[in-house]
Every structure is written in structure tokens, then in C-alpha cells.
């Protein structure tokens, strides 16, 4: 366990500016793992030209066992190693060798969420600006792609949504395939030239809004005030932003589950659906049930049914799983 001076920086989001950059046990120590460019890290102590940081992500479950030291729970097993992702199926953030300790923060049926503290050197980190402005709902959601996401900032008290400033234009290099989230479905393909705008990053992905023109009639608007086309993913990147959003989405409902200990941000006994998606992402979501009147519904539902959820965030990142918790408004059942 690592006993640190008096902190020289406060607590923040730095980005690794990297390939392969080390994160290491101690300033100038023993090197333990190598990190992606574009991971977020929490940041906050310097000593020198290094600075305490703190790795959060998800690692298969079947890649970790026991550790046999006292300070971590778990170890790495799978040699020579296995990557660490910034969410279940997420963007990389650092591979890990066999051996590899860590202490853990939650768990689902295939993977865990762990975390680890280390140091880096200050020159392979960049600051993540907090986010200050406003966004509201606009037709452009609704055809924007779901790609690469900034990586998260904690919830706050604040329910107005804060933006990012736009990134600029941008332009497709080569014939490229379109994925619906990353290293998710495959959407289409993007041709050379094609002027894009960059949204948001993790790793190697950007979320990208591609602009031009399609038949009106082709087109399903979504209700005012309802956003479409946001995935989890970007909820877990960017909770903050979409805090008190109203959500379109498709579900596959798994079961109802009262709230316990694991589920903080869930009010204490409050009943709410675990269900998978959004579609076609596998991660979990938690859709708190505001009241007895859709319960009775909903509890008729068969499992791994489709449904299709109109709801309004509560928190984009679960505290101790990461998952996404919204306040269920309406709800319709798919054929």
C-alpha cells in the first residue's frame, strides 16, 4: 500500500497520450503494465515528473482468480496477458500481464469491474476539461451515429445535460466500416471523403454524426423533448452530461429485482427491471419502476423479451457496476 505526502494536484481526469505508456508501481519503479492512448485515468498527486494515478475497468471474468497477496482480491490468470476495458466490451485501456493484481469494484456474469493504483509520468498525461455547457435535444440525435465516447466524469446534483464545445469537421480518409458502439454490430460503410463530425473519443474510437440527405418520408421523428440513437456506452463515458435526459430505447427485459445494498443509486426497496441494452449492446441497464400502475404489465413479460422504454436518467453510471439508471416513463412490448 503506497502511504503518499501531501497531495501537490487536486483529484482529475487526465487522458494517456501514449501507445503503450508504463504504468508503473512506484515513481521510476518496477513497471507493471501497458497502457492505451486515449485511457482516462484519475490523476492527483505529483512527485516530481510522475503523478499517482488511479486505472478503473472491466476485465472477462474468466481471466482473473484470486489473489494470493492480502492488498488485491483478485490476479490476473490468463497469460501471457489479457486487456482491461473502460466498460464490458469498451475501449481498451491497458493490457495486463499474467499475475497482474487488483481490487474489485463490481461484477456481472461476464465481466469485472476492477481497479488499481499506480503512477505515470506527467508528460504522457493531458488534462480532460470539465464539461460546462448546455445541450438539448435536437433532430440531429436522432441520426447520429453511435461510435467512440469520452470516457466518464461522476454524476453530479445538476439534472441540465452539459455538452462538450463541438469538435470540428472532419472527413473519412479511406472507405471505412460504421459500427453501432464499439467493437459492436457493424452499421454500414462510410466512403472516402465523406465530411463527418467528431462528437466524442475513447481509445481508438470517435462517435461520429455524418450529414447529408435522405428522403423525408424515410424518416420516424421522436417525440419532443426525447432523445434517440444514445447509447450506454456514452452514458457510462459522459454521466453528467446526459443527467436528466429523456431516453428512447430497446430493452431486452431480464427480470424484476428489488434494490439492494450493490444498487445505492437505486432508492432503498424500490423495484426496478434489469434488462440488457440498449440494443444491440449487451451491457445492463436498471429501470426503476416509478409506481405500482406498469408493475403488474411488466411482470408479465416473458424473459429476454424486447421492449421499448421511454425514460429519463437518473444517474449515466452506476457507482459500484457502471451501469446506466434511468426512471422508466412509458414502456411498450416489440413482436
Not at 428489488?258 to 429501470?287: H, N, Q, S
Request: positive net charge.
Amino acid at each position: 500500500m503506497l502511504c503518499l505526502a501531501a497531495p501537490a494536484l487536486a483529484q482529475g481526469r487526465y487522458r494517456i497520450t501514449n501507445d503503450g505508456e508504463w504504468f508503473h508501481q512506484e515513481p521510476s519503479g518496477r513497471r507493471l503494465a501497458r497502457l492505451a492512448r486515449g485511457a482516462i485515468v484519475g490523476g492527483g498527486e505529483t512527485r516530481g515528473d510522475w503523478m499517482h494515478v488511479v486505472l478503473e475497468g472491466w476485465i472477462f471474468a474468466t481471466s482473473v482468480g484470486p489473489s494470493p497477496r492480502p492488498e488485491f482480491d483478485l490476479a490476473v490468470t490468463r497469460a501471457p496477458e489479457e486487456n482491461l476495458r473502460s466498460s464490458a466490451g469498451g475501449a481498451l485501456v491497458a493490457k495486463l500481464a499474467e499475475g497482474f493484481g487488483l481490487k474489485r469494484l463490481g461484477q456481472d456474469d461476464r465481466w469485472v469491474h476492477v481497479t488499481r493504483d499506480g503512477w505515470v509520468q506527467t508528460s504522457a498525461l493531458a488534462v480532460v476539461p470539465d464539461v460546462n455547457a448546455t445541450r438539448t435535444a435536437t433532430p440531429a440525435d436522432s441520426i447520429a451515429t453511435q461510435g467512440g465516447l469520452t470516457p466518464g466524469r461522476s454524476p453530479g446534483g445538476d439534472t441540465t445535460p452539459p455538452v462538450a464545445t463541438p469538435s470540428p469537421r472532419q472527413q473519412s480518409a479511406r472507405p471505412t466500416t460504421l459500427y453501432r458502439a464499439p467493437d459492436g454490430p457493424e452499421a454500414g460503410t462510410v466512403s472516402a471523403e465523406t465530411p463527418l463530425r467528431v462528437l466524442g473519443r475513447t481509445g481508438d474510437w470517435a462517435r461520429v454524426q455524418i450529414e447529408g440527405w435522405v428522403r423525408a418520408t424515410e424518416l420516424q421523428a421522436a417525440p419532443p423533448g426525447v432523445q434517440v440513437g444514445v447509447s450506454a456506452a456514452e452514458l457510462r463515458a459522459e454521466p453528467q452530461r446526459y443527467a436528466g435526459q429523456v431516453l428512447r430505447w430497446t430493452l431486452q427485459y431480464i427480470a424484476v429485482q428489488k434494490a439492494d445494498d450493490l444498487r445505492p443509486d437505486i432508492p432503498a426497496g424500490a423495484t426496478y427491471v434489469l434488462a440488457r441494452g440498449p440494443l444491440p449492446e449487451r451491457g445492463f441497464v436498471y429501470v426503476i419502476i416509478p409506481d405500482g400502475r406498469l408493475l403488474a404489465s411488466i411482470q408479465t413479460l416473458a424473459p429476454l423479451a424486447t421492449i421499448q422504454v421511454t425514460a429519463r436518467v437518473r444517474q449515466g453510471r452506476s457507482r459500484y457496476l457502471g451501469n446506466p439508471v434511468v426512471d422508466l416513463i412509458s414502456l411498450e412490448t416489440s413482436p
